[in-house]
Every structure is written in structure tokens, then in C-alpha cells.
């Protein structure tokens, strides 16, 4: 740069305006342009600041001012400064402190002049069409407190003060918790992801969520907005081409641990089970033995007539007063139950069936706690199961039916069919509404048995037909799904995609005037039996696995728990014992050599490899040796695993005495 013949920048804008709104070297030999560039930088905040250039930056910072050029203010000037239309006194008084303005420490600052905020609403209309102008430029008004605002989704009427977030294209807020609340089954809470790629949706989840404490239209606590559990916080695996392939011996933290999807089915079925509904005096408190009552159906699909012989049902998830356990209780309204020894005979005979693929029986009683005669029959609860008709057929995410799951449907119904009829019973309701799903690789169960040999006397009853019907409801239940397979409806089962040993066990079961036996349909898919038997055993195998590997996180979660509880205490501060001569000290080098190593910079260095490898180590007690050095390399202990576990557990014990 020729600076002594600097006649060539005398035009050129100086650099140091455009970005800071000053030049420091102004008059101390800039050669560029300071006066031209600085009516030419006056920011669009200054259309209120009339015609005094100089104050311009100083009172609206641009987004630039704010982050670098100005020294603070003393509060008083600033707050003196911070009217929302700046007068000329405030004006003024900016000028006597002569300092910058600093957005920092201004707490309330304002800058609402309207011209600014319809350029900003025209910019960032390009931006995003879904981000209305309106939302936007209040977004901007810093004073606004998007936890404090009373907005309704939708609601176009709120006040600048309690501005609606952005919102979606079609105009209403966005909220992806809002589908839960009509999805039903609140036991079973399945929560639609959030949408991602954009910025938007987040911010306006985030506005609804928090503000739902002081909305009267958000369920604030049917489920507790709190309680949710936002799943999509967790870390995903990252994508298949961003992964790098290992080495044999090498392995990610992610294998260390059970796989995201997996551990996020667990945590939704706890806490499906774990969830309450607050007393609103609709429904009994206590029935029975039973407390808790939580609703199951949210669907509006009409209850079949005759399923439960004209009467109303419910279902309810209880906890038992005996066990603590969790259950589901349904209840038939309104029931008359002509035969005392009726309900026990049926209880005592639906107790003996155990089967996997029957949902266990566990109490039957009746009940006024409902204000009338209701038949309560108390069932195995399994969180998060869907039936298959809403598996397949009627939910957000359908599972798409394949061949080998329906031949896993066929082989575990047929299991049931196998217990059920050798008791002596019938299940009398295959059907895709009451055959749950409870997990994977298509693990099912029958849901609800029994209910029908108590509403019916023995006296209006076959069993062989009953048990023949059983039969039948199983090959339209499989019809169903094949046709929901194959887009095909109300056809006998043809295609391709479908085997041919499976369409001779469904026209089997679906034949109407023949005599069926469970020995010949095992006959017809005795060869599908033992692969569906390694799929459900290599599910078993991974899940075990998975079991062992935390098993060892839980071993090392105690030991943590325990190094915990010893180190760091504030009494062992000032304690000899844990001084540098004092016999805990190697406690302390160990914690430091574990978690708090550097390297030769200084830099801390995050190895779990390192971390699990001496946890392992100090839990077996092993005799490696290992040296721990005092952070200024001036001391050092040698010391064998063994000796620190029995130092720890010493110290541990010590404690707890
Ligand atoms: N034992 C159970 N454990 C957990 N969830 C269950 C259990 N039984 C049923 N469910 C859940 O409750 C939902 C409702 O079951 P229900 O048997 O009432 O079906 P439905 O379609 O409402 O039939 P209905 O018309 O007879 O009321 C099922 O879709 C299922 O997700």
C-alpha cells in the first residue's frame, strides 16, 4: 500500500465506518474516506435520529455496533438513552457521556421505530414464506418475553404485547404436540416428531410449549406439559455416510451403549406406564383394589354391539393397591350378571391359561364405584401396544405388513388357539381390533379374554362352535391384513407376493362348512414354525446382548456413585487425610489421572476408551499397577488397582458408618 502518495483512497470509504460506525485512526493518518462514508453508513435505525449523524450508531446500533464498537455506558446514561423514541435529550445526554452505546448492558432497549421494523419485515420476507411479516417483526422487538405471552395458536386477535410466535404457511402457530391430545390412547403417548430443516417450527414449539402453563386451552396437565419427554433431544446416530468405518478392535460411543432406538421404545413405555391422570372427580378414585385410573381410549371409532352383548366398555390403565403393579381394567357399563357363581367359574378357568400370546387374566369382580353395576376385569398391562388394526391400518406411522410377519402372526395365534382350547375355553375375539402388538419382530398377544364367558350363561353356549369360530375369526383377521398387503379387498387371496402354502392355511381356516382341528392347520404351516422360531430367538439373543452391555454400565454407574460420593467433599478440603501426605491422596490423583487428563498443551483430552478402561480396571481390582503424578510432575505414587479399590472401599464404608 502506497501510503505516501495516498491520494488514491481519498474517495474510497474507510472500512473501519462501514463496519464499526468510527474510525479510531481518523485522525491519526487513515488515508480512506471518512466523511462521505459516514452519511453513506447511517443504518436504517436512524430514520428517528434525525439529521445528527454523529449520534446515529451510537443510539441504534446496527447488528455490527452491537457486537464490537462500542465501549458501555455508565446504566444511568444508557437507561436515559434506551426510550423507545429517542428525544433530543436523550440525545444529548448520549453525547455528553461521548462513549458508545452497548446493547449488553442495556436491558430494556428498544429500538421500535416503525420504518425499521417494515424494512426488516420486506427483507426477511424473502427469507421464509412461512415466517408471517407481522410475527417477524415483533420477533424483533426485544422487549417482547416469548415465556410471559398469553397467545393462543391461531388466534389473530392478540395484542403487540403478547405477539403470536411465526407461524406456518397456513397461518396457524405451529405446535408439534397439538396431534397428541385428539391421537387418543394417552397411556400410550406417541409423539409426532417435530418438524426438522427449518429453524421456524422450533421456535414456535418452544413459544407454545412454555407459554401452555397460562394458556386455559392447552391441556396443561393431561399429560403434564412438563413430563414430556422431548425425544428428539437426544443425539441421533450420525448418517450412514458420515460414518467411518472402524477398525475391528475400534469401536464409537454409541456401541457402548444400548442403540437410540431401542432405549427411546423403553423410555415411551415407562413412561406411558408411569403416567397419571389428575383427580377431576370424573372417575372414581378407588375401584376395587384398584387406584389411579387412567382412560386408554381416546379413538372414535364406534364400539361393536355385539362384542360385549350390547353393553358400553372402557378401558383403564390402574395400579393395584396389593402389588403396586401396573394393569388395564376394563369395564362393561351397566351389567347384570344372572348367575352368582357365573363370574367365578369363568375367572378361575381364564386364571390357568398361560400363554404369550394370551393377555393373562388377573381379576374379575363387580363394581359400584361407577355409579352402576360395571363388570371390571382386571388385565396384564403391556405399554405402548397397539392393536393390529391400528399397527396396520389406522395410525400416523403404519408398519407395513410383510410375508414373514404374517406368517409370525399365524404361528403365535396358533399357540393361542393351542392353550385356550385345551383349557376348555374359546378366545371368542380374533379380530384386528383386540390382537395387541407388544414388540418386535411382530410379537402379538390376545387381548381382553374372557369377557364374553361371563356376560353369556353357560346355558346359551357351545363351545365346539365356539371354538370352531375361533378358527374362522382367525382366517378373515389374516384376510384382512393380506388384502391391506396386497391393495386387493374382499377377493380370495391371489398374487404373487403372497405364498402359496400361506393362501392354503387361510382358505383352510376361512372354509365355512368344515370341521376344523388345530393338528391340521399345524400341518399346513409346520414348515414356517421353526423360522419364525429363529427370528423370535435371534430378537432374544440381540436383546440380551444389549442387556449384558449395560449390565456393565450399570456396574460402573455404582462405582461412579461411589467415587462420587467420596471425592471432592468440601470437608476433605481441609481434612489431612486428603492432603498430599495424607493416606486418601492417591483418591485424588486417580479421579484427576481418569477424567481430568491433559495433554502435553495443556489441552484436556475426552478419552472414554480411557475412562472405561480403568473404571473396569478399579472394579475388578486388578493387580496393574498404575503411577499417578501430582499436576506438577513433582510427586508421584505407584499403586496397584487393587489397593485403590480397597483404599475407596475403606473410605466408602468409613462413610456410610
Ligand atoms: N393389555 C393391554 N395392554 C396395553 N394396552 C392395551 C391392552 N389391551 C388393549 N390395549 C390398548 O388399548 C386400545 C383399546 O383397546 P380396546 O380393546 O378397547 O379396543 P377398541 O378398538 O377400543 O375396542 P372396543 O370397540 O371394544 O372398545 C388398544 O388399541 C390397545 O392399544
Redesign the pocket.
Known amino acids: 500500500m502506497d501510503k505516501a502518495n495516498a491520494d488514491w483512497a481519498k474517495e474510497i470509504p474507510c472500512k473501519n465506518i462501514t463496519i464499526y460506525g468510527f474510525c479510531k485512526y481518523e485522525n491519526e493518518g487513515c488515508i480512506f474516506n471518512h466523511k462521505s462514508t459516514k452519511t453513506g453508513t447511517k443504518n436504517a435505525n436512524s430514520v428517528t435520529a434525525g439529521n445528527n449523524e454523529d449520534l446515529v450508531p451510537q443510539i441504534q446500533p446496527s447488528a455490527n455496533q452491537v457486537g464490537q464498537g462500542a465501549q458501555s455506558a455508565s446504566m444511568s446514561d444508557v437507561q436515559n438513552t434506551v426510550g423507545l423514541q429517542p428525544s433530543q435529550q436523550n440525545l444529548q445526554n448520549v453525547q455528553n457521556v461521548g462513549s458508545k452505546y452497548n446493547a449488553k448492558t442495556a436491558a430494556f432497549f428498544t429500538p421500535s421505530s416503525k420504518p425499521t421494523i417494515i424494512k426488516q419485515e420486506k427483507s426477511t420476507q424473502k427469507l421464509g414464506s412461512e415466517m408471517s411479516s407481522a410475527s417477524l417483526g415483533s420477533g424483533f422487538i426485544s422487549g417482547f418475553n416469548p415465556y410471559a405471552a398469553n397467545f393462543t395458536p391461531g388466534n389473530a386477535t392478540s395484542s403487540p404485547a403478547d405477539t403470536p410466535p411465526p407461524t406456518s404457511s397456513s397461518g396457524r402457530a405451529f405446535n408439534p404436540y397439538s396431534a397428541p391430545a385428539v391421537m ?2 394417552v ?2 403417548v406417541s409423539l409426532p416428531a417435530p418438524v426438522s430443516g427449518s429453524s421456524f417450527p422450533d421456535v414456535a414449539f418452544e413459544h407454545h410449549h412454555r407459554s401452555s402453563a397460562i394458556n386455559p386451552n392447552f391441556p396443561t396437565i393431561y399429560p403434564p406439559s412438563h413430563s414430556i419427554l422431548q425425544y428428539h433431544l437426544y443425539a441421533p446416530d450420525p448418517p450412514l455416510h458420515l460414518q467411518v468405518s472402524l477398525k475391528p478392535n475400534e469401536r464409537t460411543p454409541e456401541m457402548l451403549f444400548i442403540p437410540n432406538n431401542l432405549r427411546e421404545e423403553l423410555v415411551k413405555k415407562n413412561q406411558a406406564a408411569l403416567q397419571v391422570f389428575p383427580a377431576s372427580g370424573m372417575l372414581p378414585d378407588i375401584v376395587g383394589d384398584y387406584f389411579g385410573l387412567v382412560p ?2 381416546f ?1 372414535s ?4 354391539d355385539k ?2 352383548c350390547g353393553h358400553q ?3 383403564y ?1 390402574v395400579f393395584s393397591n396389593v402389588d403396586g403393579k401396573v ?2 381394567m ?1 369395564r362393561i357399563h351397566d351389567v347384570q350378571i344372572a348367575e352368582s357363581h357365573q363370574l367365578s367359574k369363568a375367572f378361575q378357568a381364564w386364571e390357568k391359561v398361560e400363554c404369550s400370546n394370551v ?1 393373562k387374566l388377573r381379576d374379575a369382580f363387580v363394581s359400584r364405584a361407577f355409579n352402576d353395576s360395571s363388570l371390571c376385569m382386571v ?9 393390529l ?2 399397527t396396520h391400518q389406522v395410525s400416523f406411522s403404519l408398519t407395513p405388513i410383510t410375508q414373514d410377519l404374517l406368517w409370525a402372526y399365524l404361528v403365535q395365534m396358533c399357540s393361542a388357539i393351542q392353550e385356550v382350547h385345551s383349557q376348555n375355553l374359546a378366545l371368542q375375539n380374533i379380530c384386528l ?2 390382537v ?1 402388538v ?1 414388540g418386535s419382530p411382530g410379537r402379538i ?1 390376545v ?2 379374554c374372557g369377557t364374553k364367558d361371563i356376560l353369556l350363561s353357560s346355558s346359551d353356549r357351545d363351545l365346539f362352535k365356539e371354538q370352531q369360530q375361533d378358527f374362522r375369526d382367525l382366517g378373515s383377521m389374516l384376510k384382512e391384513l393380506v388384502s391391506k398387503m396386497t391393495g386387493v379387498k374382499n377377493s380370495p387371496i391371489e398374487g404373487p407376493a403372497i405364498d402359496e402354502q400361506f393362501k392354503n392355511a387361510v382358505d383352510y381356516l376361512c372354509e365355512n362348512n368344515s370341521f376344523k382341528t388345530l393338528q391340521e392347520l399345524m400341518g399346513l404351516i409346520s414348515h414356517k414354525i421353526l423360522p419364525v422360531m429363529t427370528s423370535f430367538q435371534n430378537y432374544a439373543e440381540y436383546t440380551e446382548s444389549i442387556l449384558s452391555r449395560e449390565l456393565e454400565n450399570g456396574r460402573l454407574f455404582r462405582l461412579m456413585c461411589k467415587l462420587s460420593c467420596i471425592f471432592g467433599r468440601t470437608e476433605s478440603r481441609v481434612d489431612i487425610n486428603w492432603s498430599e501426605s495424607g493416606d486418601k491422596f492417591p483418591i485424588v490423583l486417580f479421579y484427576d489421572y481418569v477424567f481430568h487428563q491433559v495433554d502435553e498443551t495443556g489441552k484436556p483430552v475426552m478419552d472414554l476408551t480411557h475412562v472405561l478402561r480403568c473404571l473396569n480396571k478399579l472394579d475388578a481390582g486388578v493387580s496393574e499397577r498404575l503411577m499417578l503424578a501430582t499436576p506438577d510432575e513433582l510427586n508421584c505414587i505407584i499403586i496397584s488397582y487393587k489397593e485403590l479399590k480397597d483404599l475407596i472401599d475403606s473410605t466408602f464404608r468409613m462413610m456410610t458408618q
Not at 379 to 387: A, F, M, N, V
Open positions: 387418543g390412547n397411556g400410550n386408554l381410549e379413538h371409532r364406534p364400539a361393536s362384542r360385549y366398555n372402557s378401558l390403565k394393569y388395564i376394563r393377555v388385565q396384564d398391562y403391556y405399554p405402548q401396544s397397539p392393536s388394526l391400528e381390533e383386540k395387541i407388544t398377544k387381548a381382553d
